[in-house]
């Protein structure tokens, strides 16, 4: 009984994660071509990069996010190129408001991205 309800509560799951990739809101952009997913990935990476040595910075105790944010332009400006480079090739992506969603199967997780969130939150509150 308990091995059929784990299977119940596995496929239902599965399913819901199906449904939820399959019908985005309107403002969110489903990454599934093999050329947006290379290019979303390396989007990603540059902000995990960042978002990883801020942690550290604020996990430290040296200073609050907003100092430790800025504390990094070397990984600030290999993003905002990164936001470049993806925005000239894909300009759909960095309309404000406009959401970036993409569900790695492989690896059982997804991602979200809101370029000019980052660009008006972060990236420009450093300069």
Not at 87 to 96: I, L, Q
Request: aromatic residues 8%; negative net charge.
């Amino acid at each position: 009984m308990f091995r059929k309800m784990i299977l119940l509560c596995t496929l239902s799951l599965l399913l819901a994660i199906d449904l939820y990739a399959g019908d985005l809101p309107s403002h969110i952009i489903k990454i599934t071509e093999q050329s947006e997913v290379t290019d979303f990935k390396k989007l990603d990476n540059a902000l995990d990069d960042l978002t990883n040595s801020v942690s550290a910075c604020v996990d430290s105790g040296k200073s609050d996010y907003e100092t430790c944010s800025c504390q990094f332009p070397e990984k600030l400006e290999v993003l905002q190129l990164t936001i470049d480079e993806v925005t000239a090739k894909y300009p759909s992506w960095g309309v404000e408001g406009k959401g970036l969603y993409y569900y790695d199967r492989e690896q059982n997780q997804s991602s979200n991205i809101f370029i000019s969130t980052i660009s008006t939150h972060l990236i420009e509150q450093c300069k």
